[in-house]
C-alpha cells in the first residue's frame, strides 16, 4: 500500500529510538518518549505503528487529546477508561487519585506497560499535570509513555516547553521528525507518472501532503492539502459525501451509532465506502478521520449554514443520550449558535472540570456562559461572574478574576441584593490581596462586613469573617485573628459549612503557630488531617503552604521535605498554581539555608520562568532566588524589582523582613545597596512590637549583628529565639556555629566562625568555598589579610572549580551546548527556558570554572573531560 510505504519511508531511526525506549522498560527503566513535528509529518503512523507491532508482547493502552472549543481535563484518560474493561476509572475525588490508578494500570500484570496519548498539544492542564506525575515515577518502572504533538503551534509552545524543563531529564527523549527528502518522494512518485520534483516543492516533504496528492487522478496537481482531500471526496458517492460531511463536526472521534443516525446512513453504505476510500479508519466503535488536517478540510469546505445545522442536530442526538460528557455538548452547542444550550451546558462542563481540580477549563466554560447569556438577569450573571472569579483565584488568573469580580458587584447593586454584594466583595479583597495590594483588600472586606452585619445567620458573613481573619493571621494581628476565626468556625459549624469552618481554622491555627512554631506545627498538622477527614481537597494546598513557610521562616527541618512533597501534589492535583508555586519558593528557601545553591536556583527560576501567576505567590521563589545569587556571586539583575514594586513589600513584615535581610547580605558583601541599613532597622523595630513571626524579629536581629550594629533586646524575648541566632547575636561565635551546623545552615555556620580566632576563620573558607559561597570567601580573605593573617588558604583551584559535582544538571546540559559554540539564544531555543535564565547559567558556569568568558570556561571544560571531542 502507498500509505504503508510512506510510513516506512525514512523512519527507520526514530522507531528504533522506540524499540530502545521500550527494551529499557522491559529492563524497569522507564521513559517519556515525545513524536514531534508539524501536521500530517507522521507522528501518529509512526506511533501506531509501532504500538500495534507490539501489542501481543506488551500491555497498549491509547488516549488522545480531541480539538474542542475548550479542552476536556483529562480527556484522553476517558478513551483508557472505556477500553479497560472495568480495570481503571477517572477518581471522582481528586486528579491524583486517578494518577494513582493509571499508574497501578500501567504497572500491574505482565510488563511492559505501553501507554500513547496523542495530541498534547490540544491537552487540558490536568492531562500534562499527569505527564510529569508519570514522569517522576517512569524512571524505575516497567512502563514507555509515547506522546505526540505538533511542535509548530504557537499557543501551546510555551506550555509544553514548562512541562519538558518539569520533567527529569534522563527518562525522557525526544524524537523531531523530519520531512521526506526528495529521494523518497521520488521513490513514492516513481510507479504514478507524476513529477516528483514539482510534488516534492509543494508538498515541502510532508507525508500526508504527499500521500494525498499522489491519492488524486493526476489530472492536475491541487494547490493545497484542503483541494487535494476534497479532491478525492468528489469521488464519492452522495451518501457516502454526506456521511463525510457528518462526520467531520466530530473532533477526533466519530461514534459509529451517531455518525449512521446524522446521516441517515441507515445500512451504513456511506461509513464503508468511506472506509474503501481510505477517509476514515474505523477502531472498534468509533471512526476516525485518518488526519486531523483531512478532517478539517471537509469541516470547512461545507457552507456555513449547513455546519450550523448538523452541529444542531448532533446536539439534539447526543442531549437525548445518557453519558455524554458537557464539554463534547458545549462544543456543537457553540458550532450551531444554540445560546441557551451553550449557557447551560457550559455550566455543566465548569462543574465536570472543578470536580477535577481543572480551575483554567472550568474559568473557560464559566466566560463563555457569560459571554453568551445575554438574557441572564443580574443575580444570575453575578452568580456566574463570581464563580469565575473565585474559580480563577485558584489556578492564578487574579487579573481576570478581579474583573470578573467587579462585573459582579454591579450586577449584585443593579439587582439590590445586599448578602450578594458583601459575598462579591468579600472575593474581591483575596484578589487585592493576591496582587499585593493588601490595603485595597482589607477595605473590601470591611466593606463587605459592614453589609452583612444584618445579616449574620448567613454563610457570607461566617466566610468574610474568616477572611478579615485571614488578612488579620497576614498582617500579623493575632489578637484579632484568632478570636475572629473563633466565631467564623462556630457560625460555619452551625451551618454545617465544613468548607468555611476549615478555612477559619486554619487561620486560628496559623496565627497560633506564628507566635510559637514549635508548638503550633502539630496543630497545623491536626488540621490537615481534618481537612482530608472531611473530604475538603481544595482547602489542603493553603494548609499546607502555611505550614511549610512557617517551619522554614523558623529553620525547622524535620519532615520539611515530605511536607513540601505533599503539599506541592496536592496543589497541583488541584490546579492550584498561586499555592504551587508559593511552595516551590519557599522549598527554593529552605534549600538556600541548606546550603544547597543550585538547587534552590533551579526551583527558583522554574516558578519564575514557570505557569505561574504573578503576584505575592512568586515572592518567596525571588526572595531564594536574590539570596543564591548574591551568595554565589551570579549578578542579580533586578530580581528584587518585581517584590520592591508590591505595597505590601513596605507594610507587612512578613513581606518587609525578608527582603530586608537581603539587602543586608548584599551590603555585607559589598553591593551597592543605599538605605539597606536603615530598611534594617525599621524592619527590626517593626519585629520588636510583632505579635508573632518571631522569625522576622531573629533574622533582622542577626543580620544587624553581622553588619556590626549594636542589638538590645529584653532578655525574655532573647531566650524565646533559637539558640543559632541567640547566641549569634550574643556574639558567642563558638555556640552559634555549633547550633548552625547542628540545623544544616551551613552558610550562617561560617559567618559564625568568620567571628573567630586564626583556625575558626580558615574553617569558615573552607565552608565557604565547599559551597560556591566565592562573595563570602573573598570577603573574608580581605579581613584575614588586612589584619595580618597568614598561611591564608588560597582557596579552590581550577581542577576543583571543573569538577561536575559543581554543576547542576541543567547547567551541565548548557555547558554542552555551549561547549558546541551555540549562542544563548539557540541554547534557550533548544532547552526550552527563557534567554535570561540561559544567560544566568552561562554566567554561573564562567564563574565555576573561574573563567573570563564563554570560550574559557569551555576550553576548561574540555581539558577536564567535561566535554566530547564534537563540541568545539
Given at each position: 500500500?502507498?500509505?504503508?510505504?510512506?510510513?516506512?519511508?525514512?523512519?527507520?531511526?526514530?522507531?528504533?529510538?522506540?524499540?530502545?525506549?521500550?527494551?529499557?522498560?522491559?529492563?524497569?527503566?522507564?521513559?517519556?518518549?515525545?513524536?514531534?513535528?508539524?501536521?500530517?509529518?507522521?507522528?501518529?503512523?509512526?506511533?501506531?505503528?509501532?504500538?500495534?507491532?507490539?501489542?501481543?508482547?506488551?500491555?497498549?493502552?491509547?488516549?488522545?487529546?480531541?480539538?474542542?472549543?475548550?479542552?476536556?481535563?483529562?480527556?484522553?484518560?476517558?478513551?483508557?477508561?472505556?477500553?479497560?474493561?472495568?480495570?481503571?476509572?477517572?477518581?471522582?475525588?481528586?486528579?491524583?487519585?486517578?494518577?494513582?490508578?493509571?499508574?497501578?494500570?500501567?504497572?500491574?500484570?505482565?510488563?511492559?506497560?505501553?501507554?500513547?496519548?496523542?495530541?498534547?498539544?490540544?491537552?487540558?492542564?490536568?492531562?500534562?499535570?499527569?505527564?510529569?506525575?508519570?514522569?517522576?515515577?517512569?524512571?524505575?518502572?516497567?512502563?514507555?509513555?509515547?506522546?505526540?504533538?505538533?511542535?509548530?503551534?504557537?499557543?501551546?509552545?510555551?506550555?509544553?516547553?514548562?512541562?519538558?524543563?518539569?520533567?527529569?531529564?534522563?527518562?525522557?527523549?525526544?524524537?523531531?521528525?523530519?520531512?521526506?527528502?526528495?529521494?523518497?518522494?521520488?521513490?513514492?512518485?516513481?510507479?504514478?507518472?507524476?513529477?516528483?520534483?514539482?510534488?516534492?516543492?509543494?508538498?515541502?516533504?510532508?507525508?500526508?501532503?504527499?500521500?494525498?496528492?499522489?491519492?488524486?487522478?493526476?489530472?492536475?496537481?491541487?494547490?493545497?492539502?484542503?483541494?487535494?482531500?476534497?479532491?478525492?471526496?468528489?469521488?464519492?458517492?452522495?451518501?457516502?459525501?454526506?456521511?463525510?460531511?457528518?462526520?467531520?463536526?466530530?473532533?477526533?472521534?466519530?461514534?459509529?451509532?451517531?455518525?449512521?443516525?446524522?446521516?441517515?446512513?441507515?445500512?451504513?453504505?456511506?461509513?464503508?465506502?468511506?472506509?474503501?476510500?481510505?477517509?476514515?479508519?474505523?477502531?472498534?466503535?468509533?471512526?476516525?478521520?485518518?488526519?486531523?488536517?483531512?478532517?478539517?478540510?471537509?469541516?470547512?469546505?461545507?457552507?456555513?449554514?449547513?455546519?450550523?445545522?448538523?452541529?444542531?442536530?448532533?446536539?439534539?442526538?447526543?442531549?437525548?443520550?445518557?453519558?455524554?460528557?458537557?464539554?463534547?455538548?458545549?462544543?456543537?452547542?457553540?458550532?450551531?449558535?444554540?445560546?441557551?444550550?451553550?449557557?447551560?451546558?457550559?455550566?455543566?462542563?465548569?462543574?465536570?472540570?472543578?470536580?477535577?481540580?481543572?480551575?483554567?477549563?472550568?474559568?473557560?466554560?464559566?466566560?463563555?456562559?457569560?459571554?453568551?447569556?445575554?438574557?441572564?438577569?443580574?443575580?444570575?450573571?453575578?452568580?456566574?461572574?463570581?464563580?469565575?472569579?473565585?474559580?480563577?483565584?485558584?489556578?492564578?488568573?487574579?487579573?481576570?478574576?478581579?474583573?470578573?469580580?467587579?462585573?459582579?458587584?454591579?450586577?449584585?447593586?443593579?439587582?439590590?441584593?445586599?448578602?450578594?454584594?458583601?459575598?462579591?466583595?468579600?472575593?474581591?479583597?483575596?484578589?487585592?490581596?493576591?496582587?499585593?495590594?493588601?490595603?485595597?483588600?482589607?477595605?473590601?472586606?470591611?466593606?463587605?462586613?459592614?453589609?452583612?452585619?444584618?445579616?449574620?445567620?448567613?454563610?457570607?458573613?461566617?466566610?468574610?469573617?474568616?477572611?478579615?481573619?485571614?488578612?488579620?493571621?497576614?498582617?500579623?494581628?493575632?489578637?484579632?485573628?484568632?478570636?475572629?476565626?473563633?466565631?467564623?468556625?462556630?457560625?460555619?459549624?452551625?451551618?454545617?459549612?465544613?468548607?468555611?469552618?476549615?478555612?477559619?481554622?486554619?487561620?486560628?491555627?496559623?496565627?497560633?503557630?506564628?507566635?510559637?512554631?514549635?508548638?503550633?506545627?502539630?496543630?497545623?498538622?491536626?488540621?490537615?488531617?481534618?481537612?482530608?477527614?472531611?473530604?475538603?481537597?481544595?482547602?489542603?494546598?493553603?494548609?499546607?503552604?502555611?505550614?511549610?513557610?512557617?517551619?522554614?521562616?523558623?529553620?525547622?527541618?524535620?519532615?520539611?521535605?515530605?511536607?513540601?512533597?505533599?503539599?506541592?501534589?496536592?496543589?497541583?492535583?488541584?490546579?492550584?498554581?498561586?499555592?504551587?508555586?508559593?511552595?516551590?519558593?519557599?522549598?527554593?528557601?529552605?534549600?538556600?539555608?541548606?546550603?544547597?545553591?543550585?538547587?534552590?536556583?533551579?526551583?527558583?527560576?522554574?516558578?519564575?520562568?514557570?505557569?505561574?501567576?504573578?503576584?505575592?505567590?512568586?515572592?518567596?521563589?525571588?526572595?531564594?532566588l536574590a539570596r543564591a545569587r548574591i551568595r554565589t556571586g551570579v549578578a542579580e539583575d533586578g530580581v528584587l524589582d518585581e517584590l520592591r514594586a508590591m505595597p505590601t513589600s513596605g507594610r507587612d513584615i512578613m513581606r518587609r523582613a525578608p527582603l530586608a535581610v537581603v539587602d543586608a547580605e548584599a551590603l555585607w558583601l559589598g553591593l551597592p545597596r543605599p538605605h539597606a541599613l536603615d530598611r534594617l532597622g525599621a524592619a527590626f523595630e517593626t519585629a520588636c512590637c510583632a505579635q508573632g513571626q518571631r522569625w522576622a524579629l531573629a533574622d533582622t536581629a542577626l543580620w544587624l549583628r553581622i553588619l556590626g550594629e549594636p542589638v538590645n533586646l529584653p532578655a525574655e524575648i532573647m531566650r524565646s529565639l533559637r539558640p543559632a541566632h541567640r547566641a549569634h547575636i550574643e556574639g558567642r561565635w563558638r555556640d552559634a556555629a555549633t547550633a548552625w551546623e547542628a540545623m544544616g545552615c551551613t552558610y550562617e555556620q561560617a559567618i559564625a566562625l568568620s567571628m573567630g580566632d586564626d583556625v575558626a576563620q580558615v574553617e569558615a573558607l573552607a565552608l565557604f568555598d565547599r559551597l560556591g559561597a566565592t562573595p563570602a570567601a573573598a570577603l573574608l580573605r580581605r579581613r584575614m589579610r588586612a589584619r595580618g593573617a597568614r598561611s591564608i588558604p588560597r582557596g579552590p583551584s581550577a581542577q576543583t572549580r571543573a569538577n561536575p559535582v559543581g554543576l547542576t544538571r541543567r547547567q551541565a546540559q548548557v555547558l554542552s551546548l555551549l561547549g558546541q559554540g551555540l549562542s544563548n539564544a539557540v541554547i534557550a531555543d533548544r532547552l526550552y527556558i527563557s534567554r535570561k535564565t540561559t544567560q544566568?547559567?552561562?554566567?554561573?558556569?564562567?564563574?565555576?570554572?573561574?573563567?573570563?568568558?564563554?570560550?574559557?570556561?569551555?576550553?576548561?571544560?574540555?581539558?577536564?573531560?567535561?566535554?566530547?571531542?564534537?563540541?568545539?
Open positions: 500500500m502507498r500509505g504503508h510505504q510512506t510510513t516506512l519511508l525514512e523512519r527507520e531511526a526514530p522507531r528504533s529510538r522506540l524499540e530502545l525506549g521500550l527494551a529499557s522498560a522491559r529492563n524497569g527503566y522507564g521513559q517519556v518518549v515525545s513524536i514531534e513535528g508539524e501536521a500530517g509529518i507522521g507522528k501518529t503512523s509512526l506511533a501506531v505503528g509501532f504500538l500495534d507491532a507490539h501489542r501481543r508482547d506488551a500491555r497498549v493502552y491509547v488516549g488522545g487529546c480531541e480539538h474542542l472549543t475548550t479542552p476536556e481535563p483529562l480527556g484522553p484518560l476517558r478513551d483508557i477508561a472505556r477500553d479497560s474493561e472495568g480495570r481503571f476509572a477517572l477518581s471522582s475525588t481528586s486528579p491524583l487519585a486517578t494518577f494513582e490508578a493509571l499508574l497501578r494500570l500501567l504497572t500491574s500484570g505482565r510488563p511492559p506497560g505501553l501507554l500513547l496519548i496523542e495530541d498534547i498539544h490540544w491537552a487540558d492542564d490536568a492531562t500534562l499535570d499527569l505527564l510529569r506525575y508519570l514522569s517522576r515515577r517512569v524512571r524505575t518502572a516497567p512502563i514507555l509513555i509515547v506522546v505526540t504533538f505538533r511542535n509548530d503551534e504557537p499557543a501551546s509552545q510555551s506550555r509544553l516547553a514548562a512541562l519538558w524543563v518539569d520533567m527529569p531529564r534522563d527518562c525522557r527523549d525526544r524524537i523531531v521528525l523530519e520531512p521526506l527528502s526528495a529521494d523518497a518522494i521520488a521513490l513514492l512518485a516513481g510507479s504514478t507518472g507524476r513529477n516528483a520534483h514539482e510534488l516534492f516543492a509543494l508538498t515541502g516533504g510532508n507525508p500526508f501532503h504527499v500521500t494525498e496528492f499522489l491519492a488524486t487522478d493526476g489530472s492536475a496537481v491541487p494547490h493545497s492539502v484542503r483541494e487535494a482531500t476534497l479532491a478525492r471526496s468528489l469521488c464519492l458517492s452522495a451518501l457516502a459525501r454526506r456521511t463525510l460531511d457528518c462526520a467531520s463536526i466530530f473532533p477526533r472521534q466519530i461514534d459509529q451509532e451517531m455518525l449512521r443516525l446524522l446521516a441517515g446512513d441507515q445500512e451504513c453504505a456511506g461509513v464503508e465506502e468511506c472506509m474503501r476510500a481510505g477517509m476514515l479508519n474505523s477502531s472498534g466503535r468509533t471512526l476516525a478521520f485518518r488526519h486531523e488536517l483531512a478532517r478539517r478540510s471537509v469541516h470547512e469546505a461545507m457552507a456555513p449554514l449547513r455546519r450550523r445545522e448538523l452541529h444542531a442536530a448532533a446536539l439534539d442526538l447526543l442531549k437525548a443520550r445518557e453519558g455524554i460528557r458537557a464539554a463534547e455538548l458545549v462544543h456543537h452547542a457553540q458550532e450551531a449558535g444554540a445560546a441557551e444550550d451553550l449557557v447551560l451546558y457550559s455550566r455543566r462542563a465548569a462543574d465536570e472540570a472543578d470536580a477535577l481540580g481543572a480551575h483554567r477549563e472550568s474559568v473557560q466554560h464559566l466566560a463563555r456562559a457569560v459571554e453568551h447569556g445575554h438574557w441572564l438577569s443580574d443575580q444570575e450573571r453575578a452568580d456566574l461572574l463570581e464563580r469565575q472569579a473565585e474559580t480563577g483565584d485558584e489556578c492564578g488568573s487574579f487579573e481576570m478574576s478581579l474583573a470578573a469580580v467587579t462585573k459582579a458587584i454591579d450586577a449584585r447593586k443593579r439587582a439590590g441584593d445586599v448578602v450578594g454584594l458583601g459575598n462579591a466583595l468579600r472575593i474581591s479583597a483575596r484578589l487585592f490581596w493576591h496582587l499585593g495590594h493588601p490595603e485595597r483588600a482589607e477595605q473590601q472586606v470591611q466593606d463587605a462586613l459592614d453589609i452583612l452585619r444584618e445579616h449574620r445567620e448567613t454563610w457570607q458573613y461566617a466566610m468574610a469573617l474568616s477572611t478579615q481573619s485571614q488578612l488579620d493571621m497576614l498582617a500579623d494581628r493575632n489578637d484579632l485573628a484568632i478570636p475572629r476565626a473563633l466565631e467564623a468556625m462556630a457560625r460555619a459549624e452551625a451551618l454545617e459549612r465544613w468548607d468555611i469552618y476549615l478555612h477559619a481554622l486554619t487561620n486560628a491555627t496559623t496565627a497560633r503557630c506564628s507566635s510559637n512554631v514549635a508548638a503550633g506545627v502539630p496543630h497545623m498538622v491536626s488540621a490537615i488531617a481534618e481537612a482530608r477527614q472531611r473530604g475538603a481537597p481544595d482547602l489542603l494546598p493553603r494548609m499546607y503552604a502555611n505550614l511549610a513557610y512557617m517551619m522554614t521562616a523558623d529553620h525547622r527541618y524535620e519532615a520539611l521535605s515530605d511536607y513540601f512533597d505533599e503539599g506541592i501534589k496536592v496543589a497541583a492535583a488541584r490546579d492550584n498554581a498561586p499555592l504551587e508555586a508559593y511552595m516551590r519558593g519557599t522549598r527554593a528557601i529552605a534549600l538556600v539555608d541548606l546550603g544547597r545553591i543550585q538547587e534552590a536556583m533551579c526551583e527558583a527560576e522554574f516558578v519564575l520562568c514557570g505557569p505561574y501567576p504573578h503576584g505575592t505567590p512568586r515572592f518567596n521563589a525571588i526572595i531564594a544566568h547559567h552561562v554566567s554561573a558556569i564562567i564563574a565555576q570554572f573561574g573563567a573570563s568568558s564563554r570560550h574559557e570556561a569551555a576550553t576548561a571544560a574540555r581539558q577536564r573531560g567535561l566535554l566530547g571531542e564534537h563540541e568545539n
